[in-house]
């Protein structure tokens, strides 16, 4: 009697944390990432690097690619509190300064998000190996825009 007590347990707390849906997390304030894309044939690639500062309401662009058999480099740095961009050129030593009109808009989750997948980062064969990724998906009309979040 005591065995199916606590194989009922066991089975009543499996399902319970089974049961547990993804929850929308806050975005950091400060954060460092890296994207990439290319088409099939090859033609057209890019991979930008940047650095996000909530807290500072500034962002940093790096990005490289490939476009109509022409190379691309492209160094931004977005003052959002001073309304203004820097378009920066290492190679020529330049440095560009223009106004910025737009407002910055955090990094977030939007309100009417759902959940599109969940991916493991790494390992996923021992405690602590991997990262569980969300992937969301929402409509952000304060800035015209819809898309995906992770």
């Known amino acids: 009697m005591k065995t199916l007590l606590a194989l009922c347990s066991v089975l009543l707390l499996t399902g319970r944390c089974s049961a547990q849906t993804p929850q929308k997390c806050q975005t950091p304030r400060l954060l460092s990432g890296s994207m990439s894309l290319s088409t099939q044939d090859g033609q057209v690639w890019a991979v930008a690097k940047y650095i996000y500062d909530a807290l500072g309401q500034r ?4 990005e490289t690619g490939h476009v109509q058999n022409k190379s691309l480099y492209v160094d931004l740095l977005f003052l959002f509190k001073k309304g203004v961009v820097y378009t920066i050129d290492d190679r020529n030593q330049t440095c560009q300064k223009n106004p910025l009109s737009d407002q ?3 990094f977030h989750i939007p309100h009417n998000a759902s959940l599109q997948s969940q991916v493991i980062l790494g390992g996923s064969s021992s405690r602590k190996e991997g990262l569980l990724v969300n992937t969301w998906k929402g409509d952000v009309p ?4 819809a898309g995906g979040t992770s």
């Open 104 to 106: 910055f808009h955090p």
């Open 142 to 145: 304060e800035i015209g825009g």
């Open 59 to 62: 962002i940093r662009l790096w």
